[in-house]
């Protein structure tokens, strides 16, 4: 009984996981590398950052409010978008850095 609960469990995980997917968004010359993306909720986007300085990827939106703090090049930080709506994601270094992420249901 045990381990038929177990593998149920991780049955259900996985199945979870297939549909949820992974999008990367560089930040290159003070831009994000798009303007606008559509994702489902329950994807993870990462943020890369490709300049030679600091960028720091963060939203007030109330579908998801999240502030990735500042990092340098070459690292990125994932965030999981789970509830549906717009999200407008801004750079607090950088004011004209502008991204609206759609998430659908
Ligand atoms: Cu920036």
């Known amino acids: 009984m045990f381990f038929r ?3 149920g469990c991780l049955l259900f995980a996985i ?3 297939a549909s949820a ?3 990367k968004v560089d930040q ?3 831009q994000f590398s798009v303007s606008h993306l559509k994702i489902k909720a329950g994807d993870t986007v990462n943020f890369v950052n490709g300049d030679p300085f600091f960028h720091n990827v963060f939203s007030l939106s109330d579908a998801k409010t999240f502030d990735l ?3 340098p090049q070459g690292q ?3 965030i999981t978008f789970n509830n549906p709506g717009v ?3 801004e750079c607090a270094i950088h004011s004209q850095m502008k991204l609206v992420i759609e998430v659908t249901k």
């Open 28 to 30: 290159k010359d003070k």
């Open 21 to 23: 997917a992974e999008f």
């Open 15 to 17: 199945a979870a996981n």
């Open 5 to 7: 609960n177990l593998f």
């Open 87 to 89: 999200v407008e994601v």
């Open 69 to 71: 703090g500042s990092y």
């Open 76 to 78: 990125g930080r994932a």
